[in-house]
């Protein structure tokens, strides 16, 4: 998607810079014949995709750079971290895309109580998804996403994590 959007913006940018061709008050007479515009387009586009590949190629020693800094900022931030990296990493991975959940009951039928009951753990990501009724009260099923460092790189980077091999 990020070279889409490059791709877009160049030519666009393209567009608008070739677009003022005609010299001042002349209409009809383009500085570049239309095969040169549209070769002077090609190169600069061609040049502007290279330069994005670029930008958006990481190599491995990069990714484990990234994860190492993930990794020291979720042992930074008090979380139970296995001391070797790549055990954390796995344990990460398998957050991306899980849920954590919660059950509370509520003793009362009163709005407010139950909405400030309901702000308060909003505030901490909860989602209800289920109420039941219950003789006294109601029931509250939460949910919210799990928390992964890791969900941060791209796909195709952390692929370049496994050995060969080791997909199985």
């Known amino acids: 998607?990020?070279?889409?959007?490059?791709?877009?913006?160049?030519?666009?940018?393209?567009?608008?810079?070739?677009?003022?061709?005609?010299?001042?008050?002349?209409?009809?007479?383009?500085?570049?014949?239309?095969?040169?515009?549209?070769?002077?387009?090609?190169?600069?586009y061609e040049q502007g995709l290279e330069r994005s590949e670029a930008l958006f190629r990481r190599n491995t020693n990069d990714t484990w750079r990234i994860v190492q800094k993930l990794y020291d900022t979720a042992k930074a931030n008090g979380e139970d971290v296995p001391k070797d990296v790549m055990e954390w990493a796995k344990q990460d991975i398998r957050k991306i895309g899980a849920w954590e959940y919660k059950i509370?009951?509520?003793?009362?039928?009163?709005?407010?109580?139950?909405?400030?009951?309901?702000?308060?753990?909003?505030?901490?990501?909860?989602?209800?998804y289920w109420i039941e009724d219950m003789k006294d009260g109601k029931r509250f099923y939460l949910r919210k996403a799990g928390r992964s460092y890791l969900r941060l790189i791209p796909a195709g980077d952390l692929f370049k994590l496994i050995p060969a091999g080791a997909e199985s």
């Open 1 to 44: 998607m990020g070279f889409t959007v490059t791709k877009c913006c160049i030519v666009l940018t393209l567009f608008v810079s070739t677009g003022s061709a005609y010299g001042e008050g002349e209409t009809n007479s383009p500085i570049l014949s239309e095969n040169g515009v549209w070769e002077k387009t090609r190169q600069l």
């Open 104 to 128: 509370i009951e509520l003793q009362t039928s009163d709005p407010r109580a139950i909405e400030t009951e309901l702000n308060t753990h909003g505030r901490l990501r909860w989602q209800c």
